[in-house]
């Protein structure tokens, strides 16, 4: 293994969320401040300690540099600064860049943060604004091209290919909600069926209402060190970083190079080489589901199943408990909570509670190895991040 490889050299030493779901008058810094202390306590480290944040933008906020303005409302002056913007895979890059500015010798304790207010903070003019204007200018964004109905080419396009039905994606939504009915604060734990999702309101074929992920308020933070500076400061069960991989295969729908397989696979590939594992080892995992189809053609292009055969894995029941890889066992972007960009943040506080075996009657036996993959932008941006207990070093 390089010596500039980041495996194992990073670990994560606090946990935080906010409330979820809906939270009236707070705003997206309000919201990360409370996951930040909350993080900042579980590691047992003062605020004064952090020397770099790290954070994505708010659609309910007007800053731009949403990193500066959280530290300046959160009383800290770091030294080290960012505010990224990949869409949908800035989750997992933010744990890459954290990881590389410790190693490099940037920061010494990083602090990962973001927050959005999509349900109370905007009015409805603003979240179809949030949803079309980043899309191209000239050849999408004139006919009104949402993110909803790009995810939805790729899922025709998988079902006409691939023979996929409407009941596979419909038991991705299932299993995520009976996964949320074991989360304590999930935004939405009513058990459904797949009569349910396929008998809910068309939102853009083929997607259901139910299909669809949540919109919510809330956020959530981590607190990232050295492994050294860790064990100097006596955490009891850190969780390592050991391997990451990002790709970005397009920007605008119509030149996606493929819309069945996506840049997962390469950001994937490049995850596991560095970790020096692969998907079988794999013990739980943070899939990144806006869309019931997106959760199939990522179980594919991550390895835990062959391409066309998503579809099949979900409904013989191998993504949850005592299935080959059980995934969003929170419940996920479709049940637990989506607040934006953070919501990828989730599928990383419950992986790694999953490692510490924090999770209660939820919890994976015997879980030492997550992987968590973000993604954004109608597959156009896809980062992978694969965790571990000090055992797996």
Do not use: W
Not at 135 to 140: A, G, I, K, L, S
Not at 171 to 188: D, K, L, M, S, W
Not at 315 to 334: E, F, K, R, V
Request: hydrophobic share 40%.
């Amino acid at each position: 293994m390089s010596d500039t490889s980041l495996r194992g050299k990073v670990a994560v030493i606090g946990i935080g969320l906010s409330a979820v779901g809906k939270v009236p008058g707070r705003s997206p810094l309000s919201l990360a401040a409370e996951a930040a202390r909350n993080a900042l306590a579980d590691a047992g480290v003062a605020k004064g300690e952090v020397d770099g944040v790290l954070s994505s933008h708010a659609f309910a906020s007007p800053f731009h540099r949403f990193s500066v303005a959280f530290s300046e409302y959160f009383g800290i002056r770091p030294t080290f600064s960012n505010t990224l913007q990949v869409s949908g895979a800035t989750a997992a890059t933010m744990f890459s860049i954290g990881a590389a500015a410790i190693h490099g010798g940037l920061a010494k304790v990083v602090l990962l943060v973001a927050a959005d207010s999509l349900m109370t903070g905007l009015t409805p003019d603003l979240a179809l604004r949030s949803l079309t204007e980043s899309r191209d200018q000239q050849f999408e964004m004139p006919f009104g091209i949402p993110v909803a109905n790009t995810f939805a080419m790729t899922a025709h396009r998988h079902m006409r290919e691939f023979g996929t039905t409407p009941e596979q994606l419909a038991e991705v939504a299932v299993v995520h909600r009976r996964h949320a009915a074991r989360t304590p604060g999930a935004q939405q734990t009513a058990p459904i069926t797949t009569a349910d999702v396929l008998n809910s309101p068309m939102v853009t074929t083929p997607y259901h209402k139910l299909d669809c992920s949540l919109i919510s308020d809330g956020g959530a933070a981590f607190v990232l060190t050295s492994a050294e500076h860790a064990k100097a400061l006596g955490i009891g069960k850190p969780t390592y970083i050991l391997g990451c991989g990002e790709c970005y295969t397009h920007e605008h729908i119509f030149l996606m190079p493929s819309l069945t397989t996506t840049g997962a696979v390469e950001s994937g590939r490049r995850a596991y080489a560095m970790a020096g594992y692969q998907p079988s080892d794999m013990d739980v995992a943070g899939i990144y589901d806006c869309f019931t189809g997106t959760v199939v053609m990522m179980l594919e292009d991550l390895g835990f199943c062959r391409k066309g055969e998503g579809g099949p894995f979900v409904a013989d029941g191998q993504m949850s408990y005592g299935g080959q890889i059980p995934s969003n066992t929170h419940g996920g972007l479709l049940s637990f909570a989506h607040s934006g960009m953070p919501g990828a943040l989730f599928h990383f506080h419950e992986v790694i509670a999953q490692l510490r075996g924090q999770c209660g009657q939820r919890q994976v036996e015997s879980a030492e190895l997550g992987l968590v993959h973000s993604l954004g932008a109608g597959f156009a941006t896809n980062a992978t991040t694969i965790l571990g207990t000090e055992g797996t070093l």
